[in-house]
């Protein structure tokens, strides 16, 4: 009997063996990828400040808005997906009807902007430009530009729309 | 009773013996794994590397070739002798939150495998794409190129190590068509197994 256990235990010890072997190779692996995107809304435009044309006089000088630098130019903020491409349109030419809508006068665009609050530091936009949002997807427009068609011109208040066309450029 | 006291001690022996192998070893980690046969995951499959912006309400797609710098491979080692199984089962969605409509962008995964032992770069260029509608291939880890049919491979024995080659699944896919969704950040997986 004794020498029946001691074979016992030595086909144990083979099989333990073998079972190791087998154990030791993987048959089956498994992976997996993930797949990702991130989509973003609409591009926002925001007006921050209307353009204040008050004019005192019709010298040329109060005639004209420079985006880049006069106080009066008006503002507006675009937000969208951070440092990505936006094609800003714009039509150059407006109508600004007076408010009982007998006499209108024309005004000719002039936008300019850029990624900072800082107006001076602004670049001119033509009316189908590219530019680029910051880090934290923001862009600043300043509006300017001048008027014309005033030797008719009536006392009173003249509006107009500015119609601005934003864009991602994937 | 001696002799049956010693019966006891060799029996508790041979339990003692046995139980360690076939104990199970787990790895955590990308590397899902074992010594027989491994997957390695290159990245994630993201599709803002082949478009930047992808706008909600856009209703456009957007599609990662075998080509685009974009596609993510997986890389297959294993016994060169042997046969393999891929079975791929994607997300049929990208999803942000819970899913459902307004959160889940359509999402098709496509494969292409390259198993003739080439380095990672050249094998893109020689990888086979599977037509869409596959989910499952079965492959030999080498494809041999020419003449006939090898011998049958050695059989595992002690000492004998099967030569080890590696094959790679390459996938990409298309996403879309984008329709009036939440903006945000959309993720869904795509599970491979592979099996000899």
Not at chain 1, 10 to 16: K, Q
Not at chain 2, 88 to 105: C, E, F, K, R, S
Not at chain 2, 113 to 134: D, E, H, R, W
Request: proline share 6%.
């Amino acid at each position: 009997m004794t020498r029946f256990f001691k074979y016992l235990l030595a086909i144990s010890v083979v099989t333990g063996s073998f079972a190791q072997a087998q154990s030791g190779r993987s048959n089956r692996a498994v992976a997996t990828i993930t797949a990702s995107a991130t989509v973003v809304g609409n591009v926002d435009l925001i007006v921050m400040k209307d353009m204040d044309y008050e004019l005192s006089s019709l010298s040329p000088a109060d005639l004209t808005v420079n985006p880049q630098n006069d106080s009066r130019a008006g503002q507006m903020k675009i937000i969208g997906s951070p440092n990505s491409l936006v094609r800003v349109t714009f039509e150059r030419q407006s109508i600004l009807r007076h408010e009982s809508g007998g006499s209108q006068l024309y005004f000719a665009y002039n936008l300019s902007g850029g990624p900072d609050l800082i107006q001076r530091e602004s670049i001119l936009l033509t009316q189908n430009n590219q530019i680029r949002l910051s880090d934290q997807g923001v862009y600043y427009l300043w509006v300017g530009g001048r008027l014309s068609g005033i030797e008719n011109i009536v006392p009173g208040n003249y509006y107009m729309e500015l119609s601005i066309e934003l864009e991602y450029i994937l | 009773m001696h002799i049956m006291s010693r019966r006891g001690w060799v029996l508790a022996l041979t339990l003692l013996t046995a139980s360690p192998v076939v104990a199970q070893r787990i790895n955590f980690g990308i590397y899902t794994t074992s010594q027989g046969l491994s997957a390695t995951v290159s990245g994630n499959l993201n599709f803002n590397a082949k478009q930047p912006i992808i706008a909600s309400n856009s209703n456009t797609s957007v599609t990662i070739t075998l080509n685009d710098d974009a596609c993510q491979w997986i890389e297959i080692t294993g016994d060169a002798t042997r046969d393999i199984t891929i079975t791929i089962t994607p997300d049929p969605y990208l999803t942000i939150g819970a899913g459902g409509p307004g959160n889940q962008i359509p999402f098709t995964c496509q494969f292409a495998y390259s198993n003739l032992g080439s380095t990672l770069s050249a094998a893109k260029g020689v990888a086979v794409q599977i037509p869409g509608g596959f989910t499952s291939i079965t492959l030999p880890m080498l494809r041999r190129t020419s003449g006939v049919p090898a011998p049958p491979p050695t059989p595992a024995h002690g000492g004998y190590t099967p030569p080890s080659i590696k094959a790679y699944l390459f996938l990409y896919g298309t996403l879309g068509p984008v329709g009036n969704v939440s903006a945000g950040y959309y993720t869904g997986t795509v599970n491979v197994s592979v099996q000899y």
